[in-house]
């Protein structure tokens, strides 16, 4: 190989993060949502997101998934900008393939499952894979099948949506973002839907997500979770960056009055 002869560690130093947003701006009509707000999420790292509802955590996963545009700022994957066109509030993607290409390799999991109530759980797994990319349907299917026994449900693989409890169906949920192989997975409040005995199951799961390494961003209302398995921690108030650092130093000595308040909240609700 050509690089053999550069230390591994080099290597990894040098590599971009899978996600980075740098300066992002993002406004619906006159309101103003993101307010210039970088953030990276470097591989095999957890980057939660906590702040007030309405503070742009959703916005803000939605942007860097570019489900939505921004008038403002860069999104990057893996180094690659993505290229606008046009300007302002007229600012969109100038190349398709380029979001499509992006897109495959960022998963959303989002805090009402979203399966497809048409499908069966291990057909909702096998779905994208084989349609998005034209994978073998039987090796999907063993593959679906493992994912499901990962996640705890490899017995509801011929049930219906509707036969889930909340927490089968989120889990169902991530084995469908697994399925694709994502570079990332983004969670929008995966646990917010559920009751806390299967809130816990969901937990577990994305706790060992954690440990296999895998790249994330997670959106929480769950402090404990995000104390957890972040390895940085973004407080969001009022669409720009309050506060961020290891959930060591935010969780146990918040800097800024918002933060504080922000947290002490949480523990009176
Ligand atoms: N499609 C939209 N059109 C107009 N305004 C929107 C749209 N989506 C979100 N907003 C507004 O943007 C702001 C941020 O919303 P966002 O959903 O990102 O907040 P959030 O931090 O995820 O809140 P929550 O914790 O309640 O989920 C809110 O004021 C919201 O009303
Ligand atoms: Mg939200």
Not at 124 to 135: R, S, Y
Not at 162 to 189: N, V, Y
Request: hydrophobic share 40%; proline share 5%; charged share 25%.
């Amino acid at each position: 190989m050509l690089d053999s002869s550069l230390p591994k560690a080099d290597v990894t130093e040098a590599a971009p993060p899978v996600i980075e947003l740098r300066n992002l701006h993002k406004r619906y009509g006159d309101l103003e949502v993101l307010k210039g707000v970088d953030l990276r999420a470097p591989q095999g790292q957890v980057i939660s997101l906590i702040g007030s509802s309405g503070s742009g955590k959703s916005t803000l996963l939605r942007c860097a998934n570019l489900l939505e545009n921004s008038q403002d700022g860069d999104v990057l994957f893996q180094g690659e900008r993505i290229r606008w066109h046009g300007g302002g509030l007229d600012r969109h993607p100038a190349d398709r393939r380029q979001v499509t290409r992006i897109r495959t390799n960022l998963a959303m999991v989002f805090q009402q499952f979203n399966l497809w109530a048409h499908m069966t759980i291990i057909q909702n797994v096998m779905e994208a894979p084989v349609t998005v990319l034209g994978q073998d349907r039987k090796e999907v299917r063993a593959r679906a099948q493992a994912l499901l026994d990962k996640v705890g449900i490899g017995d509801k693989a011929e049930a219906w949506p509707a036969q889930l409890s909340g927490g089968q169906q989120q889990r169902a949920a991530i084995a469908r973002a697994l399925a694709m192989e994502p570079q990332a997975l983004l969670f929008d409040e995966p646990t917010s839907a559920l009751d806390p005995e299967l809130e816990q199951e969901v937990v577990r799961v994305i706790k060992s997500l954690a440990d296999e390494g895998r790249t994330m961003i997670l959106v929480t209302h769950d402090m404990r979770l995000a104390a957890d398995v972040s390895d940085h921690v973004v407080f969001l108030h009022e669409g720009r960056i309050g506060e961020e650092g290891p959930p060591s130093r935010l969780f146990g000595s918040p800097e800024t009055p918002r933060l504080r308040q922000f947290l002490s909240a949480g523990q009176a609700a």
